[in-house]
């Protein structure tokens, strides 16, 4: 067990090292919400800046989109931005804790599955290389230390999974309870990573309840650890119920907490859905090669465990059915946005310690496949920094937000207060402008939805104070020409208009 300690501890020194020199050696986690995805960033990061704002509990989460009613509106379990909010300075909100707590994930799963995988494969190289797999992923690394709650999920899940493993070699109540609170952390903060976890269960409860033994040690020590292994699953299963409920108490439409599946597709809708999956699987989540290795490595893995140990196989079978059935329920939100496939890298990494675990056994194959993996694994640390920095350059959105940002001091002092609420026009988006301002109110999105001046009204009665405008919007809108403002005041190219 020594000799496993010292090679984790090493090994994830190492990999966090590789790391910040991804994030451009800590310059990316003091960022705001930037490059792909900030209107989805910025929805994260505004759940944090209104905990730390109004000082909401835990269970009463609200964002900077009032929509129809104040905010109100959950979809993953907000305890990252909770805690960011509880652990920012006095004087402000410091959305960088977001990024932390995510990153966090990755420090604690990096130290548990290089212990596991290393107790399992017994090769110092090829662990090192099934334990860094996610982060030769540009989309993965760009995520890890972001505003969204993707890689910290899938980072949960295979550290439950590692310790899990630890729990049934020693039979350590200790690795069962903490795998279980990362099992339901992951669960809460997103179900769709759960898959490992249902296959866990399955196979827990063939050998409970058929007595067929899938590995050299049970699985489950006793009922009332089968009991206990469930309580990840409810838990998961309330927290459903709960934002169901929620998002239907205050009249929220804005998460999509339902399925999307391929079949409700159009035609035009289901190409793209293809085509952002083979552009993507070859470019952003992994290079072409390790990509299409991945898929040789799932293939390969479920083969040889079949031949192996076939119940392994069967079970390696049904995980990848399971992640196809929840790729294709959920086709709608996979096609558009990238970080929904996060979840799938969880079958590679069990794959690869698959195969690695029966082929090692022969020296020929503990010679060879190092041979082969480290060398990619070197090339592949480059393509992934080369791409990532092309990720971090993007400006999507990133030109107007951060001229907008400027304007944000200077909001006191013309009168536009902390809680005065504002519509921005000329903002596509949810809450880019609304966090950048660090004002409630609408968007344009929202505009698009009203229909006449009867629904400004409404606005006015849910305190609408204010009227931004970007540069060059105001002609686009003629519903404004007749309204009378108090004043109207130009900041860095925007029209902020009182009403």
């Known amino acids: 067990m020594k000799k496993t300690i010292t090679y984790a501890l090493l090994s994830t020194a190492l990999q966090l090292i590789i790391l910040l020199a991804f994030y451009n050696?800590?310059?990316?986690?003091?960022?705001?919400?930037?490059?792909?995805?900030?209107?989805?960033?910025?929805d994260g990061a505004s759940f944090g800046l209104h905990y730390y704002t109004y000082g909401n509990s835990?269970?009463?989460p609200q964002f900077y989109n009032i929509e129809f009613s104040n905010g109100e509106a959950v979809s993953e379990f907000p305890i990252i931005y909770w805690l960011a909010a509880k652990?920012?300075?006095?004087?402000?909100?410091?959305?960088?804790?977001?990024?932390?707590l995510s990153f966090l994930f990755v420090a604690i799963y990096l130290l548990i599955a290089n212990a596991a995988i290393f107790d399992i494969i017994k090769s110092y190289a090829l662990s090192f290389y099934t334990a860094f797999l996610p982060f030769l992923s540009v989309v993965f690394c760009f995520y890890s230390n972001n505003f969204l709650p993707d890689v910290p999920a899938t980072c949960a899940i295979l550290t439950a999974l590692s310790m899990y493993y630890f729990y049934v070699k020693n039979s350590n109540g200790?690795?069962?309870m903490l795998s279980l609170f990362f099992f339901t952390l992951a669960g809460l903060l997103k179900i769709t990573v759960l898959v490992p976890y249902f296959i866990l269960l399955l196979a827990a409860f063939?050998?409970?309840f058929l007595?067929?033994?899938?590995?050299?040690s049970a699985l489950i020590k006793s009922y009332k650890h089968a009991v206990m292994l469930l309580l990840p699953l409810l838990l998961a299963a309330a927290w459903i119920v709960f934002l169901k409920t929620y998002n239907t108490h205050y009249g929220s439409h804005y998460f999509l907490t339902k399925t999307f599946p391929y079949w409700e597709l159009d035609d035009y809708h289901k190409s793209e859905f293809w085509e952002a999956f083979t552009?993507?699987?070859?470019?952003d989540y992994f290079s072409r090669v390790t990509g299409k290795i991945a898929l040789i490595v799932i293939v390969f893995s479920m083969v040889i465990a079949f031949v192996k140990k076939r119940i392994v196989g069967w079970l390696l079978l049904v995980f990848l059915l399971l992640q196809i059935t929840i790729t294709t329920l959920f086709a709608g939100q996979y096609y558009i946005h990238d970080y929904y496939a996060i979840a799938l890298v969880s079958l590679p990494i069990i794959a690869y310690i698959t195969l690695f675990y029966f082929l090692s056994r022969k020296l020929i194959w503990r010679i060879l496949l190092p041979l082969i993996f480290i060398p990619y694994l070197i090339s592949d640390i480059f393509y992934t920094k080369e791409k990532l920095q092309l990720r971090f350059e993007t400006k999507w959105e990133d030109e107007w937000s951060e001229k907008l940002a400027k304007c944000t001091p200077e909001l006191e002092k013309i009168g536009l207060l902390k809680n005065d609420?504002?519509?921005?026009l000329g903002d596509p988006s949810s809450c880019i402008s609304l966090y950048t301002l660090q004002r409630k109110g609408w968007t344009q999105m929202n505009f698009y939805f009203f229909k006449g001046i009867d629904d400004i009204d409404f606005m006015k009665r849910h305190g609408l104070a204010w009227v931004v405008f970007f540069p060059d919007t105001r002609n686009k809108f003629p519903v404004w020409d007749n309204m009378k403002f108090k004043k109207t005041i130009l900041i860095n190219g925007f029209e902020f208009a009182q009403l």
């Open 25 to 42: 050696l800590n310059e990316e986690f003091n960022k705001a919400p930037h490059s792909v995805h900030t209107w989805r960033q910025c």
């Open 58 to 60: 835990l269970f009463y």
């Open 87 to 100: 652990l920012s300075g006095t004087s402000h909100f410091q959305a960088e804790w977001i990024r932390y």
């Open 174 to 176: 200790l690795w069962l």
């Open 206 to 208: 063939i050998e409970l």
């Open 211 to 216: 007595g067929k033994k899938i590995f050299h």
């Open 279 to 283: 552009v993507r699987w070859s470019d």
């Open 421 to 424: 609420k504002i519509l921005v």
